[in-house]
Structures are given as C-alpha cells and as structure tokens.
C-alpha cells in the first residue's frame, strides 16, 4: 500500500486539486522530525488544517461511485466509458481492481488516515504543548480518522479493510467488515476520552465550515453522530439511540445543520468537486426513478434540475440534472442533522414505533408531506424509512450502503438487460489479493 509512505506537509501541497494522485516526493528528512520532536502549535496546526483539505481530495470519486452503483445518478461523459459501462457491470463487463474509480476514493481516504497519524505521533512527542491541549489534537484526528476508514470500508463491504496503517512500511493485516465496525468505533470511543479531557477550546483552528463544531464539546456531538451511524451498521439499536442522545440531533433543528468540508474558489483554494453546472454534455443525471417514485409536493425534488432536453449516453437517458450543490463554493457534510433524525426512526422500529413515526413525520412534514398514513408494522415503516432515506440523502453516499445493509441490493432498477448492481468494490491491485 505504497501510497501509506506519503503524505502531505506543506499549505501548497495540501491545496492541491483532487484529480492529481500521482505519488507526492517523499518527504523524509528534517521535515517529518520536525514534527517528530517537539512539534510547535503553529507545526501541529498544519496538520490539522492539512486533515481539512485531505478530507476533500478525492471524495468526489467516492460520492460518484457509491451514488452510480446505488443508482441514485448516472455520469455521462465520453471521456470514460467505464462511469456507464463497469460501474453499472454493463454486459459482460467487471470491476477492475486497478480502476480509478476504487482505487482513487480509497486511497484517498487512507491519505487522511496517514495525516491523521503523523498528528497523533506529533502530539505525543512533543512538550510544547499541555495535556489538555494534546486531548484536543487527539481528539480531531481520531474522530476523522474513524471516519475516514468507515468511508473506506463502505466501499470494500465483506473485503474488509487495514485499521492498523500507523507503520507503512509493517501495515496491520485486513480484518472483516464487522470487526472493522467494531475497530472504527472503538476508535471513537478513545476520541470520546480525549475530548472529554480537552477543556473548553480547541489550541487550534477549523475552516467555517466547521462552525458550530470547532469546540470539544460540539466536536464530540459530531463524534457521537458517527458513532450512531457506526453502531446503526452494526445492527445495535440501543447503542444507536444512546449515542443519540450525546449527538447533534435536534428534531426541531434545521436539517441541513451539520460539520463539513470547506471549499472555495478563491486564487489557490479548493472549489467544490460535486457541482457541475446544469445542462452541459458531460453531466450528472439523476436516475429516472428518482423522479418516477417521487411523492407528489415533496419539496426535495429541488435536488435535480429539469434540462433543457434529455440526455442519453451508452443505452441510458435522463431529463434531470443532479442539482444538490448549487456553486463551486458550497459546503460539502460529513454529516447532518436530518440524517440523525433518520437514524433515530430506524432505531427505534421494532422497540418504539410510535417514536419512529414521530421521527419519519418530521422528515415528512419538514419537506411538505403530510404526516405519516400508512401501516405500523415493522416491515412498512422500514419502507417508509427507506424512502426517507433515499430523497433526504440522495446523492450522499448512503443508498447503495443502506440497500446492501437491508439485504435489498436486488430491489435497485437495472437499466440495460446484464446489468449488475455490486456489492463492493474490488480489493485495490497494489493492496495484494
């Protein structure tokens, strides 16, 4: 896992676009013992703002992939066949374990994690800074680096992923889907610990797209809504509405409220890799059932953008644009509050499904629906979920992974006759298979 031995030090190196994953020149030498020992706040504070822009390298792979083969939006472009030909598994075709497509939001993903490790060893080496502060550090690069190997293990499914990538030249072997579960959230829990222990500011500072998280007490509610979605994966309710209860849920709140990766066109910055604008020959177009299967009045269909005239590409046709992020410089989340409010319903169908309809209704309702009619078993309320789900977070990254969780891959449209909806992506060629 070659790409482990790099990472990123310098503010130049670190705004660079998200197309570029050639290998970065290794950086040994006096640079990494700068950090090593003694690391000053202003050293550890490019660490920390380095995690803020790794957060967005690559990631738009990782939403295209995911919402491709969940069928959230097909790409069209006649640069690359393979977005509607083996991302889709058109006729005989599959997936390769070299592809750009899941190698690129996977190694991106470990890049953070590898920042993320510098930083841990940065904080434990130095003297520079006081126990408390260290907590501060810990508790960051902890919390997105649990993050970030969920990312990666959502691509990979029952392939499993490496935890343990601390020492790139011994990587820690892969370990399965659920005691990756179990190792993400176990890192959580050692977050938890630290931001407990963090006083009341952080010795360092976010972007503003953290705002509202850039404490240890509002980071932890972040930490504790990703522990939820962990333990959700897990099938483990209680643990789900317990971290719940510490998160940032608010039934009252704005759905869009949440931490999130900060982007900008401003000369040297990072513009937004998810917008493209509407109407053009290479576009983003939403899956006609998203459209087909839409409730009448549900006011999410402001999420795709009537074109001017269909497209078609490769035996596929589509009339809407994917429109969820409106300019080059909007916020892209981690996570938000609606989907804790989803979280929350499905939590509680099976234990309190008077508590899950309360949940489902203020989706429904918040997005000019009319409160909740249909049955109360646990069968239909998880249906009514899943189509939550599937408009409040379309586009996200969340419907091939919920789909595959329920066991409902086989209810997602197939469009062309061989068409195949995989259930992970390959293990990458240079990880050894």
């Known amino acids: 896992?070659?790409?482990?031995?790099?990472?990123?030090?310098?503010?130049?190196?670190?705004?660079?676009?998200?197309?570029?994953?050639?290998?970065?020149?290794?950086?040994?030498?006096?640079?990494?013992?700068?950090?090593?020992?003694?690391?000053?706040?202003?050293?550890?504070?490019?660490?920390?703002?380095?995690?803020?822009?790794?957060?967005?390298?690559?990631?738009?792979?990782?939403?295209?992939?995911?919402?491709?083969?969940?069928?959230?939006?097909?790409?069209?472009?006649?640069?690359?066949?393979?977005?509607?030909?083996?991302?889709?598994?058109?006729?005989?075709?599959?997936?390769?374990?070299?592809?750009?497509?899941?190698?690129?939001?996977?190694?991106?993903?470990?890049?953070?994690?590898?920042?993320?490790?510098?930083?841990?060893?940065?904080?434990?080496?130095?003297?520079?800074?006081?126990?408390?502060?260290?907590?501060?550090?810990?508790?960051?690069?902890?919390?997105?680096?649990?993050?970030?190997?969920?990312?990666?293990?959502?691509?990979?499914?029952?392939?499993?992923?490496?935890?343990?990538?601390?020492?790139?030249?011994?990587?820690?072997?892969?370990v399965t889907y659920d005691d990756a579960l179990a190792g993400i959230l176990n890192i959580l829990e050692e977050a938890k610990t630290n931001?407990?222990?963090?006083?009341?500011?952080?010795?360092?500072?976010?972007?503003?797209?953290?705002?509202?998280?850039?404490?240890?007490?509002?980071?932890?509610?972040?930490?504790?809504?990703?522990?939820?979605?962990?333990?959700?994966?897990?099938?483990?309710?209680?643990?789900?509405?317990?971290?719940?209860?510490?998160s940032f849920m608010d039934m009252a709140g704005d759905f869009g409220n949440g931490p999130a990766r900060f982007y900008s066109t401003a000369g040297g910055d990072f513009a937004n890799n998810l917008f493209r604008a509407p109407n053009q020959a290479d576009a983003i177009i939403a899956h006609p059932s998203f459209v087909n299967d839409m409730t009448p009045g549900d006011d999410r269909a402001s999420k795709v953008a009537l074109r001017d005239a269909p497209l078609s590409l490769d035996g596929l046709t589509g009339d809407y644009d994917v429109w969820v992020y409106k300019s080059l410089n909007d916020f892209v989340p981690y996570m938000r509050n609606e989907e804790l409010i989803l979280i929350a319903a499905e939590a509680n169908v099976g234990s309190d499904n008077a508590a899950a309809v309360n949940a489902i209704n203020v989706i429904r309702t918040g997005h000019g629906l009319a409160a909740y009619s249909g049955g109360t078993s646990d069968a239909e309320l998880m249906d009514e979920i899943m189509y939550q789900r599937r408009y409040s977070l379309f586009g996200e990254g969340h419907r091939w992974v919920d789909m595959r969780r329920w066991g409902r891959l086989g209810e997602l449209p197939i469009d062309r006759p061989g068409d195949d909806v995989w259930p992970n992506m390959p293990r990458p060629f240079s990880e050894g298979n």
């Open 1 to 174: 896992m070659r790409y482990l031995k790099y990472f990123v030090i310098s503010a130049a190196i670190l705004l660079l676009a998200s197309c570029n994953i050639d290998d970065l020149a290794n950086p040994n030498g006096s640079s990494i013992e700068g950090f090593n020992q003694n690391a000053s706040k202003s050293e550890l504070q490019t660490l920390v703002t380095g995690m803020e822009s790794l957060l967005r390298q690559e990631i738009g792979f990782y939403y295209d992939v995911t919402s491709i083969v969940g069928r959230d939006y097909y790409f069209f472009t006649g640069s690359d066949p393979r977005y509607t030909g083996e991302v889709l598994g058109k006729g005989e075709s599959t997936l390769d374990n070299n592809g750009f497509y899941g190698n690129r939001p996977y190694y991106g993903r470990y890049k953070t994690v590898k920042n993320a490790n510098v930083l841990i060893n940065a904080v434990n080496n130095t003297t520079l800074i006081t126990a408390e502060e260290a907590n501060g550090y810990l508790g960051f690069a902890k919390t997105f680096q649990a993050y970030e190997l969920h990312l990666a293990l959502m691509l990979q499914y029952q392939n499993g992923i490496r935890l343990d990538v601390a020492d790139p030249d011994n990587l820690g072997g892969f």
């Open 195 to 246: 931001l407990q222990a963090a006083g009341a500011e952080f010795p360092f500072s976010l972007s503003a797209a953290m705002a509202g998280f850039d404490t240890p007490a509002s980071f932890l509610k972040f930490n504790r809504g990703l522990a939820a979605r962990i333990a959700l994966y897990q099938g483990n309710k209680a643990e789900v509405k317990k971290f719940l209860t510490d």
